[in-house]
């Protein structure tokens, strides 16, 4: 498959002494409005709420891959409560507290500051480590199913904090999971609708969908370089992402003309994107947009993209309404685990500690120099 991080746009700045060079983020990067949904129609259950939204939701899908949406039913309480919830695991919680809670090979767990690099990028001007520092939480299996049982790779359960040390916060983010999770859900015939497909054909493929929340904290960075990154171009893994704005400013996103641009979006509005398992699906038709975090001048950044995505075992084989006529799909079928298990592999230098047999914690995540 093509290489999502084939991006350019630093050349100009190539030639230059590194003490004449700005600093990354005045770089001559526009802003843009991101297209707009409007969910209300399909909250309040109307009944021509999806043919409502189909086609400005395809519209969005094949071009930019990013979009947002307003009226979403998620209440804003508990968005603002997150905000809360990521400032309190990052900052309230020392080192080695975290560090009891640290990255497993289920990749569930705390990741400290400048453990990813893409290292399957040909982008070359991506050469240091990320900044960001996240805890992750994923979807738990019960303790009695069989690949828990076995000890098979991302079926292991989310290290949490214990409930002394960070009282209510477990609750409020699982809370906030699940609303998300039932917002994705929500959505799933308008995805049918805006591929062409029949109602409920998605459904059999999220009887348990694998969901994540990368709740984030970008440290505050007085002077950036060109190819320093919060988080470094990429496009998300799975199938759709909602992501509320965070507070401070640094999300850029590549459009189809290779150009990074500053998204702007309505107040209470949350981003949603496509991920490369749903686009190999679509054979490309919907875009998996790449998009990356510059890290922020002022403040601390905090934000929590979640990410809601097919069972595990799902297997995504080209979607009857994408197939080419005149040549085969470029993709294989393949399942969500073991696309998801590969773009591990490549993403984070902390994968060369874990084999799928291995339950063991990983030591301090390694630098890659
Ligand atoms: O922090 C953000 O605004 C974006 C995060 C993101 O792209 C990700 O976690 O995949
Ligand atoms: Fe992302």
């Known amino acids: 498959m093509g290489d999502i991080r084939e991006i350019t746009g630093l050349k100009e700045v190539e030639s230059m002494n590194a003490f004449e060079r700005p600093d990354a983020r005045t770089a001559n990067t526009d802003c ?13 259950g109307e009944k021509d709420a999806i043919e409502k939204i189909t086609a400005p939701w395809r519209d969005a899908c094949e071009n930019l891959g990013f979009l947002c949406v307003i009226n979403h039913g998620v209440d804003t309480r508990l968005i603002e409560d997150m905000e809360t919830q990521s400032r309190r695991f990052h900052d309230d919680l020392s080192v080695d507290q975290k560090m009891q809670v640290r990255v497993t090979k289920d990749q569930k767990g705390f990741i400290p500051s400048k453990a990813t690099i893409l290292t399957h990028s040909s982008y070359h001007a991506h050469t240091k480590l990320d900044s960001v ?3 992750v939480v994923a979807t738990d299996f019960p303790d009695d199913q069989a690949e828990v049982v076995k000890g098979t790779q991302f079926y292991g359960p989310t290290p949490w904090p214990p ?3 960070l009282p209510g916060f477990k609750d409020s983010v699982t809370r906030y999971m699940s609303a998300i999770e039932s917002l994705g ?11 062409d497909l029949s109602p409920g054909y998605f459904k059999p493929y999220f009887e348990k969908p694998y969901c994540y929340l990368r709740i984030a904290k970008y440290p505050k960075v007085d002077f950036v370089q060109e190819n320093e990154f919060g988080l470094g171009a990429h496009a998300d893994t799975g199938f759709m992402t ?6 401070e400013p640094g999300l850029q996103i ?3 003309d290779k150009n990074w641009f500053w998204p702007s979006v309505p107040k209470g509005a949350i981003i949603v994107n496509i991920g490369q398992f749903l686009a190999r699906w679509t054979n490309d038709r919907f875009r998996a947009t790449p998009h990356r975090v510059l890290p922020p001048k002022n403040n601390d950044r905090y934000s929590f993209a979640c990410f809601i995505n097919t069972s595990l075992d799902a297997v995504a084989e080209c979607l009857p309404s994408c197939r080419p006529s005149d040549s085969p799909p470029k993709y294989e079928a393949q399942s969500y685990l073991s696309f998801f298990e590969w773009y591990m592999k490549r993403t984070y230098v902390h994968y ?6 291995d339950s063991k914690r990983a030591e301090t995540p390694k630098s890659a120099s």
């Open 32 to 44: 843009r409005a991101i297209p707009v949904v409007d969910l209300g129609p399909l909250i309040r």
């Open 242 to 247: 909602f992501l509320p704005p965070a507070l």
């Open 163 to 165: 409930e002394k040390e």
């Open 185 to 195: 859900l929500s959505l799933l015939p308008v995805w049918e609708a805006a591929l």
């Open 352 to 357: 060369e500690d874990f084999t799928d047999s």
């Open 133 to 135: 520092e996240c805890y």
């Open 254 to 256: 590549l459009d189809k």
